[in-house]
């Protein structure tokens, strides 16, 4: 019964209408039961009214059974059609990955046996929503020179033991296993010869200059098969699977076939984990007019839900995905409940009213239903699929050259206000920005929110690119306008904008928002706020720092990464008391890389928390055996990122290291840069008191630099130590701006007893100038270049000999 139904009296008793019979008036029978039938015989008025009545609820009956069907069977084909649009995005994933992995092997050298699989086991492309299960690259191999070098360079590239699975001598040429992973046959190991149906995709493929799809019952020399026809295959109608083949060309101007990639796609476990228990929703699959996959026998099949979702490969294979009506449940609660009220005579006309209010509503909720299903419930934007069909719309339509551009933004620091302030004013946020997208938009344009804190535009009368650009402008423009958050302007609203667009040539809509997003990250990379048009330099560069990030990840699992320490030389008496830990990464191949190569993408890609805590634990182990080897207290400075600062783990994560390694807190200095604490000091306070209530020193790194004012340093009574920023150190000796600038801010410090470093010091001039100025501490390549632990002791034992004691020694002698 439904919510409504129940909330009604039971206006009648039990049994309103009992049958007529002999024991109708017995003394038993319920008051009311009897009044309404003593009402009905004696007035024929009442039967007239009760015929009515019944004739009425019958009506709203048969509507309202109609309503609750009609909308349990949009329901229903919506579900189909999500579930055949997520078939068919996964298999574009898959034919991505696939082409991804080829455009990576094409980059360079083959890459050895261990690189290979480390790569699928590092990059997470089997399980959650990727269902390859075996992987093999066959490379191209042209006469005899070309198979003994391919022999050379396995048995080089960690293979001793590679061989020919077949005799080469006579063999012009061949496709040849060199690389595997996965579930392949052990009959096909590295130096097998692909076999003439599998060459034959491999040459189609070349030819087509893109990824073919057959379906896998004649790949049975590379991959397990169970019986090739459609057989039960957990629990549905499939073959195995699909293979997929991708060319990979030599470099040049001329490009000729060198190897490919061959992918096994398990269909059985795809669908299965689209679809999970729903045995209401039949799906088939097709690659041509072939059945490569269906969830349910041919004779159980219901009717087509509208079209199929298909999308060629190539330009060639049409991959369709069809859903298939086999059944849904209709609720009766609704219809029952008006049947049941709506026989009460007294009350047939209020029953009439509600069952067309009732009519009314579930009209309504069907057409918000179908609304909702395309569009963003926060902003009323279209949401991601909504929008990629009014863009695939928009591109199928086109006339070349007839221009379609989009816009794709992301916002800069959503994600730094949902960590701090809360998701309710990123909510906020959000709402203001779809707000600002409408004003400097058309009605005809496309609006959508892609997802998270990402929307995209479309413009319908864009002529050049000129135009694009300058609806970026007004776009950056109108967002710079003060943001109103419960009651507080905030100036922080700023996006980042990838313009993509196409007049001639085919292009997709998955196309044009992969290039726009591309832009968008060059746009954030530049430092936001601002539009970048994609070009294909940038399809290369985005490639390039997806290779950082993947070889960032297994620095960090297989120790790569290592702490260097700079010493901090007092300007009394040259002893070091304290060293600032700074992380390098010693690469296999490229040698040690500086943390401007790698530090950028370990912020962006969240990686940063994971160097913090490998610094962090590293430098407190370091200080706490140094203190023990020299026979006093050695203090240690750790920079945290901003990433860090705003991780709700932070304080725990320093806490359970000082425990581990035995390190007192105050031992352990946190560097925190100006700019750091400027936004939404008030959150980040509490943070930096809990660490100083530890026992834990805390300082300002690069101060100067930044726009930290008076009144936000005068809430920071827990920051000990001020670090003067290179900036001002660099010409201090001869530069009387920076000599003053330099005395201001040691007598900032020294005013709210912070002590004060000099950074980046380079030569004695600068050293004598910052002494001169009162400075506490320097640091820089004048005393000591950052170094490994290993050779820091004889620095500790040590003091550095200063250049003014030096100096005052002379004059004495």
């Known amino acids: 019964m439904s919510d409504d139904a129940a909330t009604e009296p039971a206006l009648l008793g039990p049994d309103p209408i009992a049958p007529v019979g002999p024991d109708l008036m017995a003394p038993g029978t319920p008051v009311r039961v009897r009044t309404a039938w003593g009402l009905l015989l004696a007035a024929p008025v009442a039967t007239g009214i009760l015929l009515i009545g019944v004739a009425l609820t019958l009506v709203a009956f048969v509507g309202v059974r109609g309503l609750e069907h009609s909308r349990a069977e949009v329901e229903y084909d919506r579900t189909v059609l999500e579930q055949t649009t997520e078939v068919q995005q996964r298999l574009t994933n898959h034919i991505n990955k696939s082409e991804e992995l080829a455009s990576t092997l094409s980059l360079g050298p083959m890459f050895t046996s261990r690189v290979f699989e480390g790569f699928f086991e590092s990059g997470g492309h089997f399980g959650q929503r990727l269902q390859f299960d075996g992987i093999v690259v066959v490379e191209q191999v042209v006469g005899t020179e070309g198979f003994a070098a391919l022999r050379d360079r396995e048995i080089a590239n960690e293979n001793p033991g590679f061989a020919y699975a077949f005799n080469p001598l006579g063999v012009e040429d061949a496709l040849v296993i060199t690389r595997r992973f996965g579930e392949v046959l052990d009959e096909a190991p590295t130096g097998s010869r692909l076999d003439p149906v599998l060459s034959s995709w491999v040459e189609q493929s070349a030819v087509?200059?893109?990824?073919v799809v057959q379906i896998d019952a004649e790949a049975s020399q590379l991959f397990p098969l169970a019986d090739?026809?459609?057989?039960?295959?957990?629990?549905y109608q499939s073959l195995n699977g699909l293979v997929l083949v991708t060319p990979i060309y030599t470099a040049g101007d001329e490009p000729t076939l060198r190897a490919a990639v061959l992918s096994r796609i398990d269909l059985g476990d795809l669908l299965q984990s689209v679809q999970g228990n729903d045995e209401l929703v039949a799906l088939d699959l097709l690659v041509g007019d072939k059945l490569a996959a269906s969830t349910v026998a041919e004779d159980e099949r219901g009717r087509a839900i509208s079209e199929s979702a298909q999308f060629s490969v190539g330009g060639e294979t049409i991959i369709s995905v069809q859903g298939y009506r086999t059944g849904f449940d209709t609720p009766r609660n609704q219809s029952n409940a008006v049947l049941t009220g709506g026989l009460a005579l007294s009350f047939v006309l209020a029953w009439v009213g509600r069952a067309t209010r009732q009519h009314a509503l579930t009209l309504g909720r069907l057409e918000r239903s179908e609304h909702d299903a395309r569009h963003d419930v926060l902003t009323g934007?279209?949401?991601r699929a909504g929008l990629t069909i009014a863009l695939s719309h928009r591109v199928e339509d086109r006339r070349p050259p007839e221009l379609v551009g989009v816009l794709f933004l992301d916002l800069?620091?959503?994600?730094i206000i949902n960590d701090s302030?809360?998701?309710?004013?990123?909510?906020?946020?959000?709402?203001?920005?779809?707000?600002?997208?409408?004003?400097?938009?058309?009605?005809?344009?496309?609006?959508?929110?892609?997802g998270g804190d990402e929307f995209v535009i479309v413009p319908a009368d864009a002529r050049s690119v000129r135009d694009l650009t300058r609806l970026a402008d007004a776009i950056i423009e109108a967002l710079s306008e003060p943001c109103v958050l419960s009651d507080r302007s905030l100036q922080i609203v700023s996006a980042s904008i990838g313009i993509a667009w196409v007049a001639d040539g085919e292009a997709s809509a998955e196309s044009m928002l992969r290039d726009a997003d591309v832009a968008m990250y060059r746009a954030k990379d530049a430092g936001g706020n601002r539009w970048v048009v994609f070009d294909a330099d940038l399809r290369a560069q985005a490639?390039?720092?997806l290779e950082v990030e993947r070889e960032l990840r297994k620095a960090i699992t297989e120790g790569q990464l290592e702490v260097h320490y700079q010493p901090i030389v007092s300007t009394t008496d040259g002893m070091v008391d304290k060293l600032e830990a700074l992380v390098r990464w010693r690469h296999p191949v490229r040698g040690l890389i500086p943390p401007g190569q790698f530090l950028s993408v370990a912020e962006e890609t969240g990686l940063i928390v994971e160097v913090g805590e490998l610094v962090l634990r590293d430098a407190c182990k370091q200080a706490a055996k140094w203190s023990a080897q020299v026979g006093r207290s050695i203090s240690v400075s750790v920079n945290v990122a901003e990433r860090q600062l705003i991780d709700p783990g932070l304080v725990k994560t320093v806490r359970s290291t000082l425990t581990e390694t035995g390190l007192n807190a105050e031992q352990l200095e946190l560097e925190i840069t100006e700019e750091l604490i400027i936004e939404r000091l008030d959150h980040r306070l509490t943070i930096l008191r809990r660490l100083s209530r530890m026992g834990v020193k805390l300082a300002i790194d690069d101060f100067g630099t930044g726009r930290a004012?008076?009144?936000?340093?005068?809430?920071?009574?827990m920051v000990d130590t001020l670090k003067v920023d290179r900036a001002f150190v660099e010409n201090v000796a001869s530069n009387e701006t920076d000599q003053k600038i330099l005395t201001a801010i040691v007598a900032l410090a020294q005013s709210v007893g912070m002590e004060t470093v000099a950074e980046g010091v380079e030569d004695a001039d600068q050293a004598t100038k910052i002494k001169e100025n009162g400075v506490d501490s320097i640091q820089g390549f004048y005393f000591m270049r950052p170094s490994p632990s290993h050779d820091i002791v004889p620095v500790l034992r040590t003091p550095f000999e200063l250049p003014w004691s030096a100096q005052q020694s002379f004059l004495l002698s």
């Open 412 to 415: 800069d620091r959503l994600k």
């Open 421 to 450: 302030i809360g998701h309710t004013a990123g909510d906020e946020v959000l709402a203001f920005v779809s707000n600002h997208l409408r004003r400097v938009t058309q009605p005809a344009d496309i609006i959508g929110r892609f």
């Open 543 to 545: 490639l390039a720092r």
């Open 381 to 383: 934007l279209l949401n």
């Open 208 to 211: 087509q200059g893109s990824t």
């Open 228 to 235: 090739p026809e459609a057989t039960e295959n957990a629990g």
């Open 709 to 717: 004012s008076l009144s936000q340093l005068r809430h920071l009574e």
